[in-house]
């Protein structure tokens, strides 16, 4: 007959070794990860009192430039702008030709982080009238 | 050396020792905007590679038996659309009997990812592995599951109800075929289960990063995802003497994730007398390897 006492020994033994994996792993810091939008200027959803100059993103990891996008619409539709350049690391920034008119815009931006995960997003913003 | 002190030098080897790599990365369960998170006590619609451990989950029975689950999952990607998890753990029942649970296998293909809807759809295939765990706390007889997932993100919703957007609904249903319809030690009919389950997500980083900028918030709150998951077992035939009835739990919590790493708690809510007697408790931390190991073990087998 099993000892009970052994049992719930061994159940605590396993438990604290998963524990110990588990943080173990939690202490490796990421390779890399999905590049994730920390910051928009203009601020997602914002409206704002100027006609922006640029698009500047910042991102939660660097970003490969070269394969990444920003497309800032109209809200109603129609393309006002695309492309995208670099900034500090991280940063991707879209320089506007134009003054943007008054009015609601969407902004589109795929991205691939240095480790080749691709990350989409979009928002709006309004430039105030 | 103490047991013990063997127990976390082991496990503690064991997590670093998956740092090691072995040679475009692919994403855990993103469709177009939406990033959906791994469900504590449903099963996600992604395919990818991930590592839960542990789970830890607490619940008094109906009968009123305190169970304690200690357990782990392990998914790898074979192709992008093609994945494979490993699960098993450690069943504690007080009074009653402890051991480990079944080894239970799933083979997981994403049939579809609609990034302008933010909906995923996938199918699967589940075993238990009758025998592989302690005779006292699993079953003898081996359990065949196919399993139908989904996601849903509600992004394209339109602007004048953007603060929605954030919200997202997964599912999961699956029927459970055991291999033995009656059990050769009990004589007990083994029923056929139907399992079942959503969850309802609010994610803040969705709101921060597409809707609205959440101005001012420290960045802890701006990775948070407030969830109410959903999880029920319906006997459906060759159940005998057995229960006949719906049992399971209302589980809401919260998730937080930095995108590598993820942290799950949830109540356990019982429906009704046979589902549980108190408010449990389930908690997890969980590993999206694609994004800690992205050139070894993250990536597919065959990208």
Redesign the interface.
């Given at each position: 007959m099993i000892d009970p006492t052994h049992?719930?020994?061994a159940?605590r033994?396993?438990?604290?070794?998963?524990?110990?994996?588990?943080?173990?792993?939690?202490?490796?810091p990421?390779?890399?990860?999905?590049a994730?939008?920390e910051?928009?200027e203009p601020?997602?959803?914002?409206t704002v009192s100027g006609a922006p100059s640029e698009i500047r993103l910042r991102f939660?990891e660097p970003v490969e430039v070269r394969f990444s996008s920003i497309e800032v619409s109209r809200?109603e539709g129609g393309s006002v702008a695309a492309g995208a350049s670099a900034g500090e690391p991280g940063v991707l920034v879209l320089k506007l030709a134009r003054p943007l008119a008054p009015g609601g815009y969407k902004v589109r931006w795929k991205v691939?982080s240095v480790?080749?995960?691709?990350?989409?997003?979009?928002?709006?913003f309004e430039v105030a009238r | 050396m103490s047991r013990r002190l063997r127990a976390v030098s082991l496990g503690v080897l064991t997590g670093l020792s998956l740092a090691v790599p072995y040679g475009v990365a692919h994403a855990h369960g993103i469709a177009g905007n939406r990033v959906f998170p791994a469900t504590l006590t449903i099963d996600d619609p992604a395919v990818s590679d991930e590592l839960s451990l542990p789970t830890l989950q607490w619940l008094k029975g109906g009968d009123g038996t305190e169970t304690t689950d200690y357990s782990f999952e392990y998914a790898k990607t074979i192709t992008p659309n093609l994945g494979f998890s490993i699960a098993s753990g450690w069943n504690q029942n007080q009074p009653g009997a402890s051991g480990f649970d079944n080894i239970e296998t799933t083979l997981k293909y994403m049939l579809l990812n609609n990034a302008e809807h933010e909906f995923i759809l996938s199918v699967g295939l589940s075993v238990e592995w009758g025998g592989t765990g302690s005779s006292k706390v699993s079953d003898s007889a081996t359990t065949i599951a196919p399993n139908l997932y989904f996601g849903k993100g509600l992004g394209d919703l339109p602007d004048s109800l953007a603060l929605l957007r954030p919200f997202a609904i997964t599912g999961q249903v699956g029927l459970g075929f055991p291999t033995q319809l009656t059990d050769p030690i009990s004589g007990e009919s083994n029923a056929r289960v139907l399992n079942w389950g959503l969850s309802l997500q609010y994610s803040l980083p969705y709101l921060n990063q597409n809707v609205r900028e959440m101005t001012g918030a420290p960045d802890f709150i701006k990775q948070l995802i407030p969830i109410v998951e959903a999880s029920f077992e319906t006997p459906t035939s060759n159940i005998g003497d057995g229960p006949r009835q719906t049992t399971g739990t209302i589980n809401p919590g919260v998730i937080w994730s930095n995108g590598a790493v993820q942290v799950g708690v949830e109540a356990l809510i019982p429906i009704n007398a046979a589902s549980g007697k108190n408010v449990g408790v389930i908690g997890q931390l969980h590993f999206f390897l694609d994004d800690i190991f992205p050139n070894g073990i993250g990536k597919p087998l065959f990208p």
């Open positions: 049992t719930r020994a159940g033994t396993l438990a604290i070794a998963v524990m110990a994996a588990a943080f173990g792993l939690a202490a490796v990421a390779a890399s990860a999905h994730h939008l910051k928009a601020a997602v959803g914002a939660s809200a691939i480790d080749s995960h691709k990350t989409e997003g979009s928002f709006g | -």
